[in-house]
Each structure stands twice: as C-alpha cells, then as structure tokens.
C-alpha cells in the first residue's frame, strides 16, 4: 500500500529554518505531483507548496512565498520542503501528500494520499 512518512519537524525559534521530509513508498511512480500542507491551531488546512508530476510546475502559497522551497529526488521517492526565514504564523502540523490521478491539482481533493504530519513550531 502507499505510505508517506514526514520527518524533519521541531521547534525553531523566528528566522530560523527546517527542512521537511516526506518519504513515500508503495508506488508504482517515483514521478507524482506532491503537495505540502499546513493546519495550524485553530486555522484551516492551507496547501503551502506543490510540484507537478513532471516537475515542471510549482507554486507556493502567498504566505510562504520567497521563504520555503520544494524540492524532490525522485531516485529516493522523497520529496523536501525547505523552510526558512521561519514565522511565529508558520506554526502547524505539515503533511505532504500526493495524487496519482492528476499532473497538477488544484484542489485538495486532488491528492489520493496523506502522511499523518509533523509538527513545526516557531516561537517568537
């Protein structure tokens, strides 16, 4: 079956930086649109980064625009969230996910699996 297993998470304090992992395993691709995601306290899950099938598309969300970078190494079937210039906001649990089905989804609904999260917590 598929499995996605975050590493990475912590505590940081503001301005500093963590890079996520999300290793995936049971699929039939190591080429697959992956997405990170973000529920902080209280908040709304928010799509944060994402990378096409092909890797030729990626978006990041507003609020993390010019600070997190997603990569992946298809040779290990993982793909990285880089986090830096880290934001008391940035607190939440981080899972990545991934879809099968589509090159690029542009909703939640798009993605086919989930990892359980890691959680990151930025303290002022």
């Known amino acids: 079956q598929v499995r996605l297993v975050e590493s990475g998470g912590g505590s940081v304090q503001a301005g500093g930086s963590l890079r996520l992992s999300c290793a995936a395993s049971g699929l039939t691709s190591s080429r697959n649109a992956m997405g990170w995601f973000r529920q902080g306290p209280g908040k709304a899950r928010e799509r944060v980064a994402a990378i096409s099938r092909r890797g030729n598309t990626i978006a990041y969300s507003n609020s993390v625009k010019g600070r997190f970078t997603i990569s992946r190494d298809s040779s290990k079937n993982t793909v990285y969230l880089q986090m830096s210039s880290l934001k008391p906001e940035d607190t939440a649990v981080y899972s990545c996910?991934?879809?099968?089905?589509?090159?690029?989804?542009?909703?939640?609904?798009?993605?086919?699996?989930w990892g359980q999260g890691t959680q990151v917590t930025v303290s002022s």
């Open positions: 996910a991934v879809s099968i089905r589509y090159e690029n989804p542009s909703t939640d609904n798009g993605y086919d699996y």
